[in-house]
């Protein structure tokens, strides 16, 4: 059985229309992804799966129940860590586990044990007395994780967890939610950074305008929609271009930049371009999903 | 489920109220003086500065010394001042700038639970002003014992009505400053005109039938009932208008206040 059956959903603000008809499911134990630009509709998405957004229409069932009627049930077993820190700031550390396990009538003596061991988890233990106000971000994003796991979790729901952290505490986030898809969570995440989907992800959906762009596993999404071995030459020269065309590769002119995507690493071709092309700059690296996204989603900003 | 849902309320919602008691317990130490002293205050004042000018009141068929008519109104009006107050300023703290509310909706409560909490909160914190007061007010004469006990209960209730009020306030006000409308047009007038710092019975009609639209009109005067034994309207008159004003309030308030932040 799917943790998520997403069937035509669909999300209307007035007459705007967020999610335009998505469908998608997540097995247990697999590390979803939505990526997409800025107002693609991923939190949208992710607000109708715990039931925080009323569905305008389609189907949402997590753990094979409806989310229009048991959302009860459906929120006592899954976690949010939201984009937005939603702490107390007034409270401590440990006191802000506590009362969470509450709202989830859990008993107090099992909610002291759990959170102490979420603390530890998530090296928090010598600050369980401190003041939530004075944690730093990389801090305080951990313990919302850890919050977000307090009732004993089977769906961890992600929405941009290390946006605004600084690369240390970004790996350390990764390396947390790599040891809890260890132990079999079901995890969904929404990210605009892709190297981070990349990493942590089985399988994702790229989003634009409320549509389903893209789907499948980050590896072969790069080989579908971009190449497993990228160059990127600057400054292009004419010849170059003419040579791209009559070759016939797969690329991206823009204008100032050339890049060429090819399916494997083709060596002859990586010999030609550098002994004729690469006069001022070239950089020859693997394909990724930033280059699947800028190809699907387009390069102009968003807003 | 943008409408309000009856069958989304359960008594979880007191797990909200405990959140709001426990944060509010590192504080009450400080802010326990304000009921101590603010009836202390306001009895010297008017009673050195006033009792002068005003020989005696005239009301419910007693002759009352100035500050014995009003010393009850104090009781009346810390219960809508903290009640309002609770519900419009300290609500939309946590609603807008610490996110409490959508931190909680990712938990098996919902919408309706967390509002309702946060009246009951409001309410309960009033009762626990008026509590401490009339202690006050008790030992020194201005409330008989042990009648004026029925403050207490009496104080929630009409704290649940102000709190309805408030948190309406709160679904539709765009920002924190804009409720200085609110209070300037709204409570200030009822904290003036309701009965507190003269009897309604001694203005013209035409100017008691507002106050008789105020629900502090109607806490007071139960409030002079309990605490010296007399009024001048009725009980269950007074009563069902806060009654009213609860229900009338209350879904209005989880109407507004679901229409803003379920997207």
């Known amino acids: 059985m799917n943790i998520i059956e997403a069937r035509n959903l669909v999300k209307k603000f007035d007459d705007f229309t967020a999610v335009d008809s998505i469908s998608f499911g997540v097995d247990r134990g697999q590390f979803f992804g939505i990526l997409g630009p800025n107002g693609a509709g991923k939190t949208s998405a992710v607000r109708m799966i715990y039931g925080f957004s009323p569905i305008t229409s389609g189907n949402m069932e997590v753990f094979g129940l409806d989310i229009n009627t048991d959302w009860r049930t459906i929120r006592s077993r899954l976690g949010v860590c939201q984009q937005e820190n939603t702490l107390d700031p007034d409270l401590t550390v440990e006191q802000n586990l506590w009362l969470y396990a509450r709202y989830f009538e859990m008993d107090k003596k099992k909610a002291r044990e759990r959170a102490g061991d979420l603390l530890l988890f998530f090296a928090l233990k010598n600050k369980r007395q401190a003041k939530v106000m004075e944690l730093s971000g990389g801090l305080a994003r951990r313990l919302q994780l850890a919050r977000a796991l307090m009732a004993e979790t089977e769906l961890l729901i992600l929405d941009e967890p290390t946006t605004g952290l600084d690369p240390q505490s970004r790996h350390q986030v990764w390396d947390r939610l790599f040891e809890l898809k260890k132990r079999g969570l079901t995890m969904i995440l929404t990210t605009h950074y892709m190297d981070e989907a990349e990493v942590l992800c089985d399988r994702i959906i790229i989003l634009d305008h409320g549509r389903i762009i893209a789907e499948g596993r980050p590896a072969g999404l790069i080989e579908k929609h971009a190449g497993k071995s990228v160059i990127e030459i600057k400054v292009p020269s004419e010849e170059l271009k003419a040579f791209v065309r009559e070759k016939g590769l797969k690329h991206d002119d823009l204008g100032e930049l050339i890049i060429i995507y090819a399916e494997k690493h083709d060596h002859e071709l990586e010999k030609v371009v550098r002994e004729r092309f690469c006069m001022d700059s070239c950089l020859f690296r693997s394909g990724n999903l930033e280059d699947v996204f800028l190809r699907l989603t387009g390069r102009e900003l968003r807003e | ?263």
């Open chain 2, 1 to 263: 489920m943008m409408h309000v849902r009856l069958s989304a309320v359960s008594l979880r919602f007191r797990h909200v109220w405990f959140r709001n008691f426990t944060t509010y317990r590192r504080i009450w130490k400080v802010n326990f003086f304000v009921p101590l002293f603010e009836p202390a205050f306001y009895i010297m004042a008017f009673g050195l500065g006033f009792s002068g000018l005003i020989g005696g009141v005239d009301y419910g068929g007693m002759r009352l010394e100035y500050t014995q008519f009003m010393a009850p109104a104090l009781v009346a009006t810390a219960c809508m001042w903290n009640s309002f107050f609770e519900t419009t300023y300290a609500s939309f703290v946590r609603m807008y700038y610490q996110k409490t509310f959508d931190g909680i909706l990712a938990t098996p409560l919902s919408l309706e639970e967390v509002i309702i909490a946060e009246i009951v909160w409001a309410a309960s914190k009033a009762s626990a002003a008026v509590a401490i007061m009339l202690a006050v007010l008790v030992s020194i004469g201005y409330a008989n014992f042990p009648e004026a006990l029925m403050c207490i209960p009496l104080a929630f209730l009409a704290g649940l009505a102000f709190a309805s009020i408030g948190m309406f306030f709160t679904g539709i006000i765009p920002t924190i400053d804009m409720f200085n409308l609110p209070i300037f047009l709204f409570i200030t007038p009822m904290f003036l005109f309701s009965g507190t710092f003269f009897p309604v019975s001694s203005i013209p009609d035409w100017a008691g039938i507002f106050s008789l639209l105020f629900p502090l009109f109607h806490l007071v005067e139960l409030t002079r009932l309990f605490c010296i034994g007399t009024m001048e309207s009725s009980i269950t008159f007074n009563l069902t208008y806060l009654v009213a004003c609860i229900l009338v309030f209350g879904y209005l308030a989880l109407r507004v206040m679901k229409r803003r932040i379920i997207k």
